[in-house]
């Protein structure tokens, strides 16, 4: 296993049922572990209630959407079957976006058994190194998009990791960035990571969640991860900074 990409291991193909049962959607996402068995399923808000939109801003309407959207969260690959709603109160949390720049970004506490791989796990993984910083984050360097591409997946469980160069300097915006590489529909929350060649060495580094294509100009749109972990601490008063 630990030949694998790492980053693979953590991107998940999640699929939603609505309150019925009948499916809902099929989407992106990947593991951050908070500590033990305790993790977080990250993604885009919109892929638990919208489907086939680029972003989704759905506020004051909270009481509706467990009758509207996803009621049920599962992966076949983890072993997992979570409710999203407890009545009409979502379980999970979503950016604020107090400044209304659509960032579309949510996470569902889960517990998991076997720790599985994680997006935040530091180190050496077989030929991969994953590091926290010291990448260039300039533009023209090099990453992937993790995910699942209209539901497709290597040998049916595996992400497609899709090639990308950044299209501007990662830390002019704040709240989102853009990279030369089309995702496609089904990726939208997957994990947006440089990779780079030193030695004998990959490198990979978690920079941001993947939500929109802007098909036209084959322009990858992303959450910055500084923005991803306001969420993640807002779910964990006691976590750490990443």
Known sequence: MDLLD???????RFVTRLKSGEPHQVFSGFLYQLGGDRYLVLTALHCLLRPNTFYFKNRGTEATWSDLYGHVLTCKALGLEVPLYDGSRPLF??????????LDVAAVPVRLKGEPQ?????????????????????TGS????????????ILREAPIARGFTLASDYRISPFS??????GGAGCSGGPVALREQVGDSTLLQWIGLYVATHEAE??????????????VADLD??????
Request: a negative charge; aromatic letters at 10%; glycine letters at 16%.
């Open 118 to 138: 994680a997006i935040n796990m530091l180190g050496r993984f077989g030929d991969y190194k994953v590091v926290r910083e010291g990448l260039a984050l300039t």
């Open 93 to 102: 949390s979503w950016h604020g976006d107090p400044d209304d720049a659509a």
């Open 6 to 12: 790492p980053f693979g291991l953590a991107t998940q």
């Open 218 to 231: 084959r322009l990858g749109r992303c959450i910055p991860l500084e923005r991803v972990m306001e969420v």
């Open 177 to 182: 960035f853009h990279v030369d590489g089309i």
């Open 237 to 242: 008063d006691d976590l750490a900074s990443y």
């Open 142 to 153: 090099p990453g992937l998009i993790y995910g699942y591409p209209g539901g497709a997946g």
